[in-house]
């Protein structure tokens, strides 16, 4: 099967974004401190969950950042005004309308998976769960810095920012397996 030029370029974003989620989080785990972040093996399985809600308000402030950015141009579109319910988005709120939209995707998924995590991981190990929130971050931010610019500049953003999801449910669901 033959790739179109933008196929290309998405898979060209896709595979940057893991060459740096990657090493970033093995740098990361290896290198932070687990007392930076209060972290020890005395913990409970709530306090476990606390440090995973703790760290994930980050991703409802992000949440939050591209809710405020829809209703802002809403209020100063008078197209807009009436509501999603009457029509597409204008041309003034459509990219921040999508931003949202697969930013509340993304931060139900992270979320999800960061608390699933934060079930089987121990002590030191829950040091991936802010580093994890940083790839988050950073793909949201790279994504819509990168959105009107097509599918393959933003495809760094939404990798950087669904990859290290998918590998969380993956490493959650082996450790559970495992007997965790």
């Avoid at 687990?34 to 760290?55: H, R, V």
Wanted: net charge positive; glycine share 8%; proline share 4%.
């Amino acid at each position: 099967m033959a790739f179109d030029s933008e196929q290309l370029g998405i898979l060209r974003g896709s595979a940057l974004a893991l060459a740096f989620a990657l090493p970033a989080l093995a740098a990361g785990y290896i290198w932070l401190p687990a007392e930076m972040f209060g972290l020890s093996s005395a913990m409970t399985m709530g306090d476990q969950i606390a440090f995973a809600l703790k760290a994930d308000l980050l991703l409802f402030v992000w949440l939050a950042w591209c809710v405020r950015a829809v209703s802002s141009g809403r209020f100063r579109s008078p197209v807009d005004r009436k509501g999603q319910a009457f029509g597409p988005p204008s041309e003034a709120i459509a990219i921040p309308a999508a931003i949202l939209q697969n930013s509340l995707e993304q931060t139900v998924l992270a979320f999800g998976a960061h608390l699933v995590l934060a079930t089987v991981l121990r002590g030191a190990e829950l040091v991936i769960i802010p580093l994890l929130v940083v790839l988050y971050l950073v793909g949201r931010l790279t994504f819509s810095l990168n959105y009107s610019k097509g599918a393959a500049r933003r495809s760094f953003g939404m990798a950087l920012t669904g990859a290290p999801t998918v590998a969380s449910y993956l490493l959650a669901a082996g450790l559970m397996i495992a007997g965790r």
